[in-house]
C-alpha cells in the first residue's frame, strides 16, 4: 500500500484528521516509497543508484513527525532503516566518533558513516535542529559519506535548511551541508495553518492529586488523547547505557516516578529525555522526605531538566507541590522545586507552545 492510500484508510477509520497540507505532500512521500523500493539501476547487473530524499519542514503540531512514521508504516520492512529523533542521533554519533578514536584511528567520521550504512539504506530522522558547534562540525563531513554510501535521508524540521545553525558560531563552515542537504533532499514544506496538537493541551489540567481512582482516570484520558493507543516502549542510550521509557509516541512520553527516579539516573539521563520529549506524564509521585531522600534528589534534578527545556508536564501526585516535600534533610531546598512545579502548571508553558515542535523516535533505540 502506497502512502496516500494508508493516509485514506487511516483518515475513514478516524485515526487522523484528514489535512488538505498534509495531503499535499503525499506525492512527494509516494515517490519516494516507489523509488526506495525499487531504486534505478545502471546496467542489468549494477548496484541501485542513490534515491534522493526528503526534507519536511513546517510549524509545530503539523503532522511532520505523523507523516514519516505514515510513510515507514507504508514501506514496512522492505528496505532496511533506522528511524531516530535528530538528537539521539547525534548523541549517538559523538559516542561512536570516541569509541573509534579510542582505537587510534586518524579520522573517525568515515567508519562511523560505514557502520551507519551497513545498517540501513533509509535514515529517517526527526525534528533536525542543530544548535551545538560540535554537532555542526562534523554533520557535512559525516553526510556526504552517508550520501556517497547510497543511504537516503528522509527528515523533519521546524526550519527550513538555510535556516538551520542559524546565528550559529562558525556558521560558514556549516553552510556546505546547507548545499549538500538541497542537493540530496527534495525540501517540502507542510504550510498547514491549523496545529493538531495545540488544543489537547491548552486548558488542560496539568497537575493531579491525591493519587486516587479519578485522578489515575484522567492521567489515562489525558494519555489516551496523545498517544491514541499507538505508543511503544523506547530507549534512550546515553554514554552507553539505556534509559528505559515505558511509553512513548509523538513526542510524548510516559513514565511512574518510580521508573524516572527509583533507579540510579543522573543529570545527563534526565538532559536526554528533556532533550527528547516534549510532552511528560509522571504517575504517582509520592510524599518526599528523608526516607526516600536519593529519590528525591534525582526528582528535583528531572524537574531541572525539564523546567529548562521546557517540557509539557503533566503530573499526578500525592499531595500539591508545596505540601511533598515537608520536612527532613533536603526540604527546604526543595521550595525551588515546588515552585516550579507550580509554574509549569500554566496552560501556556511548554515547547509546544513556542513552535518547537514535537518528535516521534518510532525505533525502540533512540
Not at 60 to 87: C, E, I, N, W, Y
Not at 184 to 203: F, I, K, M, Y
Not at 350 to 359: C, K, P, S, Y
Amino acid at each position: 500500500m502506497d502512502v496516500a492510500s494508508l493516509y485514506d484508510s487511516r483518515a475513514r477509520e478516524g485515526r487522523l484528521k484528514p489535512d488538505s497540507a498534509q495531503r499535499a505532500l503525499l506525492p512527494y512521500l509516494d515517490r519516494l516509497q516507489a523509488e526506495i523500493e525499487d531504486p534505478p539501476r545502471r546496467g542489468l547487473f549494477r548496484k541501485p543508484q542513490p534515491v534522493r530524499g526528503l526534507y519536511l519542514w513546517g510549524g509545530v503540531g503539523r503532522g511532520k513527525s505523523m507523516l514519516m512514521d505514515l510513510f515507514l508504516d507504508a514501506l514496512g520492512s522492505k528496505v532496511p532503516t533506522r528511524r531516530q529523533h535528530f538528537h539521539a542521533f547525534m548523541q549517538w554519533v559523538q559516542a561512536a566518533l570516541a569509541r573509534v578514536r579510542a582505537t587510534g584511528a586518524e579520522d573517525a567520521i568515515l567508519p562511523v558513516a560505514d557502520e551507519i550504512a551497513v545498517e540501513a539504506r533509509l535514515l529517517a530522522l526527526d525534528e533536525m535542529q542543530v544548535t551545538d558547534i560540535a554537532d555542526a562540525m562534523i554533520l557535512g563531513r559525516l553526510f556526504q559519506r552517508l550520501w556517497s554510501q547510497g543511504v537516503t535521508l528522509l527528515t523533519t524540521s521546524n526550519r527550513p535548511p538555510s535556516d538551520l545553525y542559524k546565528d550559529g558560531l562558525n556558521r560558514a563552515l556549516f553552510l556546505p551541508f546547507i548545499t549538500m542537504i538541497e542537493q540530496n533532499c527534495e525540501v517540502v514544506e507542510l504550510a498547514s495553518p491549523t496545529d493538531h496538537r495545540q488544543g489537547r493541551l491548552v486548558g488542560s489540567q496539568r497537575y493531579f492529586c491525591p493519587v486516587n481512582a479519578e485522578t489515575r482516570a484522567a492521567m489515562n484520558a489525558l494519555w489516551a488523547d496523545l498517544a491514541h493507543g499507538q505508543a511503544k516502549p523506547a530507549t534512550l542510550r546515553v554514554y552507553g547505557r539505556d534509559v528505559e521509557i515505558p511509553a512513548f509516541h509523538n513526542g510524548s512520553a510516559r513514565a511512574s516516578f518510580y521508573d524516572l527516579c527509583g533507579r540510579p539516573l543522573g543529570p545527563a539521563d534526565y538532559l536526554a529525555l528533556a532533550g527528547t520529549v516534549r510532552v511528560l506524564l509522571i504517575d504517582e509521585i509520592p510524599r518526599l522526605s528523608s526516607e526516600n531522600f536519593n529519590q528525591a534528589r534525582r526528582f528535583v534534578t528531572l524537574i531541572d531538566a525539564l523546567y529548562e527545556a521546557r517540557v509539557t508536564l503533566f503530573a499526578s501526585a500525592a499531595a500539591s507541590p508545596d505540601r511533598l516535600y515537608v520536612e527532613g534533610e533536603g526540604s527546604f531546598e526543595f521550595a525551588r522545586t515546588a515552585s516550579r512545579l507550580m509554574e509549569m502548571q500554566a496552560a501556556d508553558w511548554g515547547r509546544v507552545t513556542e513552535g518547537q515542535g514535537v518528535a516521534e523516535p518510532s525505533a525502540t533505540k533512540l
